[in-house]
C-alpha cells in the first residue's frame, strides 16, 4: 500500500557527497519510520540510518555516523541521506525502507514493510 521511490545514486571520488531521495507514496499516513539500508556484491544487507517520522528522531550505524545525516520532507513525505565524505567501502546498492510502526531495533530488516527498489553508489579511490 506504500511504494518507495529512490533516487540520487551515482559514481563519485572518494571524498565527495551524494544526496539520496526516498518519496513515499499511496497510503502514507500509516508511514512512521523511514531506513537506508545498502548490500555490496556478496554481502548481506545492512543497516545504514533510520528517522522516526514524529519527532524526526535519527538513528546511524557506527560505519557512517559523523558523515552521514537523514533529514525529511513532511509535506512531500520524503527523506533524504545526506552521505558525506564519501569512501571506497560506501559503495553498495542502497535501498530505502518503510515502516508502519518504528521498529524496536531500528538496524533490523524484519522490522520493515515496504522497500524501495535500490539505487547504486559507486565511490571511486
Known amino acids: 500500500q506504500v511504494q518507495l521511490v529512490e533516487s540520487g545514486g551515482g559514481l563519485v571520488q572518494a571524498g565527495g557527497s551524494l544526496r539520496l531521495s526516498c518519496a513515499a507514496s499511496?497510503?502514507?499516513?500509516?508511514?512512521?519510520?523511514m531506513a537506508w539500508f545498502r548490500q555490496a556484491p556478496g554481502k548481506e544487507r545492512e543497516f545504514v540510518a533510520a528517522?522516526?517520522?514524529?519527532?524526526?528522531?535519527?538513528y546511524y550505524a557506527d560505519s557512517v555516523k559523523g558523515r552521514f545525516t537523514l533529514s525529511r520532507d513532511n509535506a512531500k513525505i520524503t527523506v533524504y541521506l545526506q552521505m558525506n565524505s564519501l569512501k571506497p567501502e560506501d559503495t553498495a546498492v542502497y535501498y530505502c525502507a518503510g515502516s508502519k510502526v518504528f521498529p524496536v531495533l531500528p538496524s533490523a530488516r524484519l522490522g520493515y514493510d515496504y522497500w524501495g527498489q535500490g539505487t547504486q553508489v559507486t565511490v571511486s579511490s
Open positions: 528517522i522516526r517520522w514524529s519527532g524526526s528522531s535519527t
Open positions: 499511496g497510503r502514507t499516513f500509516s508511514t512512521y519510520g
